[in-house]
């Protein structure tokens, strides 16, 4: 059970911090054209200000942490000594993740720029940055990542999570089964023998 709560939770970082960064996309190729970086930096720097951004990254964490435990912990209402381990292994690890993509966001912020300077023309660009210098457009950028809080989301992602937790432990099985096959046939060499 731990494993799929780690899982669902791993699964579940990138997309719940979408509203705070870009997904994924293609590998980046080809040279960035100079002023449209600048003005996609410009966008970040005003639509997501400094002193705001591990608020924001942490309330993302904190609202689908959250909605994750309310989905998919009941599971475990039988057994309350497994529902406290799992509980306390994930209050330990909500922390050290914090703090490790706290080191990140800087990097997070310039990643989105460079995608904002992919996806989006100059002219496009420039009116970004029209809005986000707007009270409207900061309040926008500010609080967009707070939708995955709103009721509707919420009841909508836990349905979702409750859908998910069969398939997430009929996979955690699965790949057990076949790590442990694999492992009695094929032990794992010490370390520095070749």
């Known amino acids: 059970m731990l494993l799929m709560m780690s899982a669902a939770l791993a699964a579940l ?4 911090a979408t509203a705070a960064q870009p997904a994924p996309a293609t590998p ?9 970086l600048a003005t996609a930096r410009e966008i970040i720097r005003v639509g997501f200000p400094e002193d705001k951004r591990i608020e924001m990254f942490s309330g993302v964490v904190d609202t689908m942490t959250g909605q994750m435990r309310s989905a998919m912990m009941p599971s475990l209402n039988n057994d309350p000594v497994a529902k406290g381990m799992v ?8 922390p050290q993740g914090k ?6 966001i800087p990097a997070f912020m310039d990643a989105y720029a460079q995608g904002y300077a992919r996806e989006f023309s100059q002219a496009e660009l420039d009116q970004i940055l029209v809005f986000a210098k707007t009270p409207v457009g900061q309040h926008y950028f500010l609080r967009s990542s707070a939708i995955i809080a709103d009721p509707a989301f919420a009841e909508v992602n ?23 096959a694999y492992f009695m046939k094929h032990p794992p060499k010490p370390a520095g023998s070749s």
Not at 13 to 16: D, E, R, T, V, Y
Not at 28 to 36: K, P, Q, S
């Open 28 to 36: 980046a190729t080809g040279a960035l054209d100079a002023r449209a």
């Open 99 to 104: 703090a490790v993509m706290v080191q990140h």
């Open 13 to 16: 970082a990138p997309a719940a």
């Open 158 to 180: 836990k349905a979702y999570l409750r859908e998910l937790q069969p398939l997430v432990e009929k996979m955690q099985r699965e790949l057990v089964a076949e790590l442990t």
């Open 87 to 94: 509980e306390r292994k994930l209050d330990s690890f909500i």
